[in-house]
């Protein structure tokens, strides 16, 4: 039994296209956001294989999860998820 039969949570996010990124080998959506706490950006992306997301912060390197997702409303903890994009 495996989760990846589940239907992925669908959510709508709107980034500005200036944010964007190009997709790599592993990681698509990519967009860059501004820490609230520094000067830092971090990188936000669907990881192709699997659909979940990532984020480049520490806290997401440690915990799967970060306050950068839950902001735009994105599932934590490798979850997959249909992302739609809106840029503004
Ligand atoms: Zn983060």
């Not at 609230?36 to 659909?51: E, K, M, T």
Request: aromatic content about 6%.
């Amino acid at each position: 039994m495996t989760t990846s039969n589940l239907p992925a949570k669908q959510v709508s996010i709107r980034i500005n296209k200036n944010d964007s990124l190009p997709d790599n080998a592993q990681w698509k959506n990519r967009f860059e956001i501004k820490s609230s706490s520094s000067n830092r950006v971090y990188i936000v992306s669907q990881n192709i294989a699997n659909g979940h997301m990532g984020c480049s912060c520490p806290g997401w390197r440690i915990h799967r999860n970060c306050k950068h997702l839950t902001a735009l409303g994105l599932p934590g903890y490798e979850q997959p998820v249909t992302l739609n994009i809106n840029y503004k």
